[in-house]
């Protein structure tokens, strides 16, 4: 697969992980393995996509200074995955970022070129899966950040409900593809998927 371009991966690591403990979901190790989360999906998008940024909480930064790939900070604290989004979009380097959250094991390359080619112009593409939508595992176009700052104003912090309101592309993911976002929320997940 040759690298998109016109795309960055930006990697979610701001979550709590209050449903584990306040565990940093992206600092977890793979069963077997002395890679954390966090490298692997760097191990597997950087091919990929242009550039990659990690996007997390201001006192976070300490953590990633000595990783090759450029922290952005929130910009609104405590104001979860759309503060994220707003950080990524607002620090683009290219046209389209391919968001995603820290704590997906099994995810791979193939989702983001699968979601590239179902593009169009200022239009989100979000797959849904049977559990249903993901943003956080979706492609945004850089314009996007205007629906984005307006949702924040309004007090929102669920990219779902930003979602709903505005023009996106749901895309139904191929069997194949599914299980690969799936992500960690809980001790079971822990145990399962690691």
Not at 26 to 35: D, F, M, W
Not at 49 to 59: D, F, H, M, S, T
Not at 69 to 97: E, I, K
Request: charged share 20%; with cysteine; proline share 6%.
């Amino acid at each position: 697969m040759l690298a998109l371009n016109d795309v960055f991966a930006a990697i979610l690591v701001g979550g709590r992980g209050s449903r584990l403990g306040t565990v940093d979901k992206a600092q977890l190790k793979l069963s077997g393995s002395n890679e954390t989360l966090f490298e692997r999906l760097t191990r597997v998008l950087a091919p990929a996509v242009a550039e990659i940024v990690v996007v997390g909480r201001r006192e976070q930064s300490a953590l990633y200074r000595d990783s090759p790939y450029r922290f952005v900070a929130d910009q609104q604290s405590g104001a979860g995955p759309l503060a994220g989004l707003q950080a990524a979009l607002r620090s683009a380097p290219v046209a389209w970022c391919f968001l995603v959250a820290c704590d997906m094991p099994k995810l791979d390359a193939s989702i983001v070129d699968y979601l590239a080619k179902q593009r169009e112009p200022n239009r989100a593409v979000v797959p849904r899966t049977t559990r249903g939508l993901e943003p956080t595992c979706a492609l945004y176009p850089r314009s996007y950040v205007t629906h984005v700052d307006a949702a924040l104003v309004r007090g929102l912090r669920a990219v779902y409900t930003l979602l709903a309101q505005t023009d996106v592309i749901e895309v139904e993911l191929p069997p194949d593809l599914e299980p690969k976002l799936r992500n960690i929320n809980t001790a079971q997940d822990l145990r399962t998927q690691l």
